[in-house]
């Protein structure tokens, strides 16, 4: 599929961005590479759009997107295409009685997106049950291996190599009782939609949830204890310090029950978006003395890294 002019606010989850020159979605490994390979000029890869802020100005080029999205598995093993969407990997794994990925159900976006940004919920990161990778580097398709991906927390080296094209992935997961498991996604799912309604026009927690370890001392020391989980403090806790539920920046805004939540309530832009996490983030460091880390990525703003 070719389309000129490609409202870029029609694949973000925000439902923001202006207009792309050229939007080419592929289906075949083979056929998306030779399209990489003769874009020329300004392009970008893009995956589902989840976790992804579009500037208003829209992007003078040509985005691509790879969306294979077939999956399959032998014994254990689960291989899928880079465009399946997530929560159909999840829910094929749980059918077929593979246990490891149903924490995380719900989660938006494609398999290229969560293995990106090593996404993660309920103490679980994508990372735990990859095996490897496929990837095309540029020059040739190639496999990596798990650690050859580098994941850390909500990163891996995808981030630093972004001309590394992920194809495909292969998870390797343990038996266990569909039922049993179907029953876990089904209460996950429930959490999740209370929290991040499907309709809801937002990327999912704006910031990544802090290392304990990594905080100035002052703001070690103001942490209630029972929230510290696996080394890691919700960034929600430091923006209700702040009064940040309920805020408002035109159409962008804060979800009241939920301090980390930034929405599109309608009529937001994307220049909204960059202000309000500005601001947010401006206001924890001067109450605690650190910066704050967005999750999402930017395409078009030239004053910040872009994806």
Avoid at 77 to 103: F, N
Avoid at 168 to 185: I, S, Y
Avoid at 237 to 247: D, M, P, S, T, W
Wanted: a neutral charge; proline letters at 4%.
């Amino acid at each position: 599929m070719r389309r000129t002019d490609a409202p870029l606010s029609d694949y973000t989850r925000f439902g923001l961005g202006g207009p792309a020159d050229l939007l080419v979605d592929a289906d075949s490994a083979v056929e998306f590479i030779g399209e990489l390979q003769s874009a020329g000029g300004p392009h970008i890869v893009l995956g589902g759009g989840t976790n992804l802020v579009v500037s208003d100005a829209g992007y003078r080029g040509t985005v691509l997107r790879y969306t294979g999205r077939t999956i399959e598995h032998h014994g254990s093993t689960i291989r899928v295409e880079s465009g399946a969407d997530l929560e159909a990997l999840v829910q094929y794994a749980v059918a077929h009685g593979l246990a490891g990925l149903e924490s995380m159900m719900r989660i938006p976006g494609w398999v290229s997106g969560a293995v990106y940004g090593n996404a993660g919920a309920y103490g679980q990161s994508i990372h735990e049950t990859l095996a490897r990778v496929e990837i095309w580097d540029g020059a040739e398709r190639r496999w990596l291996s798990n650690a050859e991906c580098g994941f850390t927390y909500r990163a891996s080296r995808f981030k630093q190599n972004k001309h590394w094209i992920i194809l495909t992935a292969e998870f390797t997961l343990r038996p266990g009782d569909a039922a049993a498991l179907a029953a876990r996604a089904e209460e996950i799912r429930a959490t999740r939609d209370e929290k991040f309604p499907p309709t809801m026009k937002c990327a999912g927690s704006i910031f990544k949830n802090c290392l304990f370890a990594q905080l100035p001392r002052g703001a070690q020391q103001r942490v209630p204890e029972k929230l510290v989980r696996e080394g890691k403090v919700p960034a929600a806790y430091f923006l209700e310090q702040i009064g940040a539920k309920g805020e408002v920046a035109g159409g962008i805004r804060v979800a009241p029950y939920h301090a980390n939540l930034l929405y599109n309530a309608g009529s937001g832009t994307a220049a909204q978006v960059v202000q309000l996490i500005d601001n947010l983030k401006g206001r924890v460091r001067q109450e605690f003395g650190f910066d704050l880390e967005p999750e999402v990525q930017f395409v078009g703003f030239p004053d910040r890294v872009s994806y």
